[in-house]
């Protein structure tokens, strides 16, 4: 039996103001702004030592601009001015706020440079968001 290959399909990319509340999946051209680094541990892990990083980088395309929180190696890839690939990214919510995150299941890809110029008047991030419960009766 020979062994079926899965068809891929190809990305769609989209801009970052198209971004709305706890949605995933999103597939990402932008450009690093700034970074910095939030957390630094260390701790034992039996005969290892774990080290955790995590920065909050501001990235956006010509559209926009959102935090993006990088985690342990994706810290390294956020140099300023740097162009990213982010593949299923997703948006988390933090006080609030949106976060954009890239987990396990996504991916980061550094890229050539952007023709683009970042729009830093459209900060998603600053929108502030509340959760309301709508009571049916």
Known sequence: ????????????????DALHPAT??????????????VVRKS???????????IAE???????????????NEQVELMKQGATLIL??????????????AV???GRVEVTGPATFAVNEDNNLSLVEYELVSVVDE
Do not use: Y
């Open 1 to 16: 039996m020979a062994a079926v290959k899965p068809v891929l399909r190809k990305p769609t990319f989209i801009k970052v």
């Open 24 to 37: 995933s999946g999103h597939t990402l051209i932008v450009k690093v702004v700034g970074s910095k680094l």
């Open 43 to 53: 701790r034992p892990d039996g005969q290892h030592v774990r080290h955790m990083r």
């Open 57 to 71: 980088c501001l990235v956006g395309d010509e559209t926009g601009v959102i935090l993006l929180t990088a985690r």
């Open 87 to 100: 593949r299923n990214a997703k948006i988390d919510m933090f006080r609030g706020s949106m976060r954009l």
């Open 103 to 105: 987990d396990k299941w």
